[in-house]
């Protein structure tokens, strides 16, 4: 149960004076729905409020704060703009606009002769200096309470920076003292203050250091204690150890023998399988380095041992594949395998789920539908996850509430992950790597060219197709914005149409699920012979005679995608072709853009190495791990108050912090352990908490 004393923080925010179902709605926008969450919604910039004695006519376009005295008004017209004329102590005039509205509240807040500090956007306006609605206008004695750095908040339709901070004022008046769960020591030595006069300081001064850094160690502290409760009950549950006798896998006829690397994965996971501690392993491996082949091995082991298998794949199109690769494959094997997606409804949904609770289904494979609460097994007890980042404390705990005993888990990814991602989802996690690639694979030829050259690149896309090859062709990200995405895709599959007819598909992010599959799937069976496709095909999809993909404007693409998506060719014996595309001189780019050094530079790499650990350090170092990480742009709440940067600088402090305080009191019931009970309520990780009760 979380504690009393935080109440006050997780109640809905309309309990705050002012907030009604009119202000609720923006704030739902943002993900504010609690106070607790007003609290953390931390300004991102701030407005220097300094004054100035006098105005200066080369501060036009910036704000500036100023002693003013009102000389005159005027109205234009009967609907004009009222404006106030003002001077400063030197007689330099700029004229106060206020628009619509009573000019009987602009009169009162500047009075004639009166001296006001007045604080607004300086514009010009022909030969004139004006202030266009004025932020703030004070008496000189109130001037004081005007903050030099005004915070700046994230805001949605109907909000404003002052409402905002009107509310986060009130978040901050329920907000109470905790006690301290930062080891007395680390935080004397950064000069930290108490979390409630970090949360106080955040909100008066966004540029406060110390501030910010306590209150994003006390998240990262939080979740590493999370982690590290999780995994001390998972020890003490104890996993089940699985020992395979090979009667399953013996009766797998593969078309192909497994690589080196894949062997020795695959003897590393047997060899965790069979402790009683329940594996968290990694397998990295380059796009098509032969991961679902290691994953169809591990799961085979499990199912030998008697208990059941799960693959998680991101996304409902791998998933389907996934499913369809693995039946094939298993189909003499004699286990019974099902899908699980958030499309499957009704009956198959039904049926699934019992044949899951009764133990009839052997393997379940899926999108994240298949851990949720609905989702009950006989008897789980290895779960694999293939790319997903961002599988993290919540996730963790709704896998380990699927069994009595903690699953097993393998994830699988082509993306180098750094050490702190590792570190802030899992804890700590060995690591196979796949380094070879499976034979006969001949390397993929990329070349960059400018989109002005796009007719050449149908007739080449003509014959290739007319030789009985395959090709995807994607559509740039043309904004953050799917509707503009599929217009872009829609425009060129209609012209692709034209060209080749009906050997032309198009599959993009908003097509219903079952539309999805059918394209896919002619596309598998090479009924179609170009699919023109959003980045929905990125990850994972396997059509190895598919040997040309083109993508347009490339250089908006990150390096790691532009890895992922060059990865769906390459998989069979023909010789392959990428064409990088940029400058789409097209609408709105009448004249082509010019490519950027670092764009160029980064197509230069696609061209020269074809080595994914090599790409993805590069992005790694271009984007740095906040994208990866995910946190902000993804609405997956990892991490609220640490940016990717901080989390880097702090994490191994926080775990050290957090391995100590386990250590000394791993109940948590001395001083310090209430606490940090505390923060993990304050931070969500109750169901970690949640742990101690049951241990
Ligand atoms: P990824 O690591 O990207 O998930 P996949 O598991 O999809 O790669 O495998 C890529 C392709 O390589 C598939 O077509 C698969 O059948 C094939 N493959 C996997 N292992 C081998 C192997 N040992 N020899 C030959 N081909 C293999
Ligand atoms: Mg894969």
């Given at each position: 149960m979380r504690p009393d004393i935080l109440n006050p923080l997780f109640a809905e925010v309309e309990a705050l004076k002012g907030v009604g179902a009119s202000l609720a709605r923006p704030l739902g926008k943002l993900g504010l729905a609690r106070v607790v969450d007003l609290l953390f919604h931390l300004p991102v910039g701030w407005i220097d409020r300094r004054s100035v004695d006098l105005l200066d006519?080369?501060?036009?376009g910036s704000i500036v704060t100023v002693p003013l005295t009102a000389i005159d008004y005027r109205q234009t017209g009967g609907r004009g703009p009222f404006r106030v004329q003002a001077a400063d102590g030197a007689g330099n005039c700029v004229s106060l606009v206020y628009f619509g509205g009573n000019p009987g509240w602009a009169r009162k807040l500047l009075p004639l002769g009166e001296a006001r500090i007045v604080s607004g956007k300086l514009d010009r306006y022909g030969d004139e200096l004006q202030i266009v609605h004025p932020d703030h206008v004070l008496i000189p004695a109130e001037a004081e309470a005007l903050p030099e750095r005004e915070p700046v908040y994230r805001l949605s339709e109907g909000l404003t920076n002052k409402r905002m901070g009107q509310l986060a004022g009130q978040a901050i008046g329920r907000a109470p003292d905790l006690a301290e769960w930062i080891e007395p020591s680390l935080r004397a030595k950064h000069g930290w203050p108490s979390w409630h006069e970090a949360v106080t300081r955040v909100h008066a001064d966004p540029a406060d250091g110390p501030a910010r850094d306590r209150l994003a160690y006390d998240e990262i502290f939080a979740n590493q204690l999370a982690l590290m409760l999780i995994r001390a009950s998972s020890r003490r549950r104890r996993g089940v150890p699985l020992a395979g006798d090979g009667r399953l896998r013996d009766r797998l006829a593969l078309p192909y023998a497994l690589t080196g690397a894949q062997s020795r994965a695959i003897a590393e996971i047997e060899g965790d399988l069979a402790q009683s501690t329940p594996m968290t392993r990694l397998l990295q491996g380059d796009v098509g380095s032969g991961k679902t082949m290691v994953a169809l091995y591990a799961l085979l082991i499990a199912i030998e041992a008697g208990v059941q298998g799960a693959l998680l794949a991101p996304t409902e199109i791998l998933a389907r594949q996934h499913y369809e690769t693995l039946s094939r494959m298993l189909a003499g094997v004699g286990i019974s395998v099902a899908i699980l997606t958030g499309r499957d409804k009704g009956r198959a949904r039904e049926s699934t789920l019992m044949g899951l609770a009764d133990g009839s289904i052997d393997l379940l494979i899926g999108t994240h539908a298949i851990f949720q609460e609905a989702v009950a097994y006989k008897r789980l007890g290895l779960a694999v996850v293939d790319e997903q980042h961002r599988f993290g404390v919540a996730q963790r705990m709704m896998l380990a509430d699927k069994a009595e005993r903690p699953p097993h888990l393998l994830v699988m990814t082509a993306t180098p992950i750094p050490r702190t991602l590792t570190l802030t989802h899992y804890g700590e996690m060995d690591v196979s790597r796949l380094d070879e690639m499976p034979p006969g694979r001949q390397p993929i030829e990329t070349r960059v060219i400018p989109s002005a050259r796009i007719e050449e690149v149908v007739e080449g896309l003509g014959r290739r197709i007319d030789a009985g090859g395959q090709a995807y062709w994607v559509c740039p990200l043309?904004?953050?914005n799917e509707a503009s995405d599929r217009a872009a895709a829609e425009a060129r599959w209609v012209a692709l149409k034209l060209r080749f007819g009906d050997r032309v598909g198009l599959i993009h992010g908003r097509m219903k699920g079952p539309d999805k599959d059918a394209v896919m799937a002619a596309f598998q069976r090479a009924e179609l012979a170009v699919l023109v496709a959003?980045?929905?095909?990125?990850?994972?999809?396997?059509?190895?005679?598919?040997t040309l993909i083109v993508v347009e404007?490339?250089?908006?693409?990150?390096l790691a995608q532009l890895h992922q998506l060059r990865g769906r060719v390459g998989r069979g014996s023909g010789k392959s072709v990428c064409l990088l595309l940029w400058g789409s001189g097209g609408e709105g780019d009448p004249g082509g853009r010019q490519l950027s050094d670092t764009a160029r530079a980064r197509l230069a790499l696609m061209r020269e190495t074809n080595d994914g650990f090599r790409i993805a350090e590069e992005d790694l170092r271009l984007r740095g791990a906040g994208e990866i990480l995910g946190t902000r742009q993804s609405g997956d709440i990892e991490f609220r108050l640490a940016s990717p940067e901080r989390v880097a600088a702090l994490i191994d402090m926080a775990k050290d912090d957090a391995h100590l305080l386990v250590d000394r009191d791993g109940g948590l019931e001395g001083p310090r352990g209430q606490a940090a009970r505390t923060a993990l309520y304050l931070f969500e990780r109750d169901a970690a908490a949640g742990l101690l009760r049951s241990g």
């Open positions: 006519a080369r501060d036009a043309v904004e953050e959003t980045t929905v095909i990125e990850v994972g999809v396997d059509v190895p005679n598919a404007d490339a250089d908006r693409f990150g």
